[in-house]
């Protein structure tokens, strides 16, 4: 997944401070700009991890163009930080799996058009398909 974030640039005395506004409370800084990406995506790591132990839907990345309209974050810096949703949760493990070579090509150009990888997009999907057969036993209501 590809979130956007708003960037607050620093100077000699502040670090940048970075907020990702699809995840609301997930901040960061970095003394350098370089240092603010890498520590950006590891919030958004550890951030996507807590709402997936607390059974919360992870928030699909906006627009950047919609986010940029925002008077909040007039001023102020964007990029888009890949997220791997396979490297959520405990070590990743490798599987063996067999696909039709169709579904396989339709994984991975729909992958690709989501900024994901393989891995990635198969993570968010049975997370998803879940989630929903949770929403299905409890009624309707959604899994928490």
């Known amino acids: 997944m590809r979130y956007p974030i708003a960037i607050e640039t ?14 609301p409370g997930c901040f960061s800084a970095g003394d350098t700009l370089e240092e603010t990406l890498t520590n950006a995506r590891e919030a958004i790591l550890l951030h996507l991890e807590g709402l997936l132990e607390d059974q919360t839907s992870l928030p699909q990345p906006s627009a950047l163009a919609t986010l940029q309209r925002k ?27 067999s696909l039709p070579q169709r ?8 992958a690709r058009r989501s900024g994901e990888t393989r891995s990635g997009f198969l993570a968010r999907a049975a997370i998803d398909a879940m989630r929903g057969e949770a929403g299905k036993r409890s009624g309707g209501r959604p899994a928490k």
């Open 10 to 23: 620093g100077d000699k005395r502040h670090a940048y401070g970075v907020v990702v506004p699809d995840l």
């Open 103 to 110: 579904i396989l090509r339709a994984i991975d150009s729909h």
């Open 71 to 97: 008077r909040e974050f007039r001023g102020w810096t964007w990029a888009v930080v890949d997220v791997d949703l396979s490297e959520l949760g405990e070590k990743a493990t490798r599987i063996n799996i």
